[in-house]
Structures are given as structure tokens and as C-alpha cells.
């Protein structure tokens, strides 16, 4: 059975669907089968995907949709056939969100840096807490070198959550990789292929000592 990861944030804009994309693009070039989801009713993953459809020379992905109830049979589904499952979740944290957590090895919580979406962390973490389930904060949109930075970073460390290494930053490149149904990875080489490169190492490292 694959293993699935679930991204997760109350807050809208914390990049939780680039953090979704660029993590299935960055598993399937290492060599993974992978399956992304998508239980945004704003279906962004979704529009990804079928904009993806459009090039015939990116690696291929399964994709699905699933409302909340319908997370656990379609989750079990895809594990079947699939290394990695990718859940991309709306912005939200309540009874919704509980199916996709429930049914995680791994639950990513994307951070921008943010106060404001440093505060939206704790309903995820304690969710997640609930269904004893180990989550990880990644911090996405990162500016180093900035005061804010270390200050969000610092805070996000002491939170009951381990915080990522690896850094997604502020690239334009995500955004407009998005938009063309593709992954920074899949641009021409720069800091951001290693930034997920690294990223994917560290979540499968992360998976292993499950």
C-alpha cells in the first residue's frame, strides 16, 4: 500500500496547492507512482491537472476528486495502485478536513511567512493531534535574511510540530509553473529545483521512520 500525505491550513493563501503539485511532480521524477487529490471544492488542483493533460511530455500523474466523506474509499483506491498519495484540502479546519486527516501517514501544514498564518497553525496541529496523526510544518513563500522570517520560523519551531529544513521560497517560478499545469522542477534548473528536490527527500525520510 502507498503512503499518503495530507496538506493541510485553515488559512487560504498559504500555498497548500503548490506545495501539493510541486511535491507530486518532485515524487515522480525520483521514480515514485504517484496520485494526487483534490477535496478543494475550489478545485485548483483540479484545473492543474487537467491543464497538465495538455503536455504530452510531463511525467504522468493519476488524479482524482473526492468530497469529504468520500476521502477514505478513494484514498484506499489510490494507495492500491500508487506510491504516494498527495491530498490537497480546502481551507479549512473542521469536521471536513477530519476524513483527510484521519486517513494520512503525514500531515504537511504549509506556512507562508506569515503571522497571520503562523496563527491558523494551531486548529491543524491540534486536529491532526486528535487523530494521532504526526504533522509537519513546511514554510513556503520564505524571504531569508528578513526579520520576519526568523521571527515566523523561531515561532513556528516552538509549536508542538517539527518545522521542515528544506524552505520553499519566494520564487516566481512556482506561480508560473502552476498556471502551465507544471512544476518548478520541471522548469529550466535553478534554486528551486533543489529546494524541492530537498523537500521530497526530507518528507520520504519522513514517511520512512513512520
Same mark, same amino acid.
Given at each position: 500500500m502507498g503512503q499518503v500525505i495530507t496538506i493541510a491550513q485553515q488559512k487560504g493563501g498559504a500555498g497548500k496547492t503548490t506545495l501539493a503539485v510541486?511535491?507530486?511532480?518532485?515524487?515522480a521524477r525520483a521514480g515514485r507512482t504517484?496520485?494526487?487529490?483534490?477535496?478543494?471544492?475550489?478545485? @485548483?488542483?483540479?484545473?492543474?491537472?487537467?491543464?497538465?493533460?495538455?503536455? @504530452?511530455?510531463?511525467?504522468?500523474?493519476?488524479?482524482?476528486? #473526492?468530497?469529504a466523506w468520500g476521502v477514505p474509499y478513494e484514498c484506499r483506491k489510490l494507495a492500491e495502485k500508487n506510491d504516494i498519495v498527495i491530498i490537497d484540502t480546502p481551507p479549512k479546519a473542521d469536521s471536513d478536513l477530519r476524513p483527510a486527516l484521519r486517513a494520512a501517514d503525514l500531515v504537511l501544514i504549509p506556512v507562508a511567512? @506569515?503571522?497571520?498564518?503562523?496563527? #491558523?497553525?494551531?486548529?491543524?496541529?491540534?486536529?491532526?493531534?486528535?487523530?494521532?496523526?504526526?504533522?509537519?510544518?513546511?514554510?513556503t513563500r520564505g524571504r531569508a535574511g528578513t526579520r520576519l522570517a526568523d521571527d515566523v520560523t523561531r515561532k513556528a519551531g516552538e509549536m508542538a510540530a517539527e518545522v521542515a529544513a528544506t524552505t520553499m521560497a519566494n520564487r516566481v517560478v512556482y506561480a508560473e509553473t502552476l498556471g502551465q499545469g507544471r512544476a518548478a522542477p520541471e522548469a529550466p534548473r535553478g534554486p528551486a529545483h533543489e529546494e524541492v528536490e530537498n523537500l521530497v527527500r526530507e518528507v520520504e525520510a519522513r514517511l520512512n521512520h513512520l
Open positions: 510541486n511535491l507530486a511532480v518532485g515524487f504517484v496520485a494526487l487529490m483534490d477535496t478543494d471544492p475550489q478545485g @485548483s488542483a483540479g484545473r492543474w491537472f487537467m491543464t497538465r493533460l495538455e503536455q @504530452s511530455d510531463a511525467p504522468g500523474l493519476e488524479f482524482s476528486t #473526492a468530497s511567512t @506569515s503571522h497571520l498564518d503562523l496563527w #491558523a497553525v494551531e486548529a491543524v496541529l491540534d486536529l491532526a493531534r486528535r487523530e494521532d496523526k504526526p504533522a509537519l510544518i513546511v514554510m
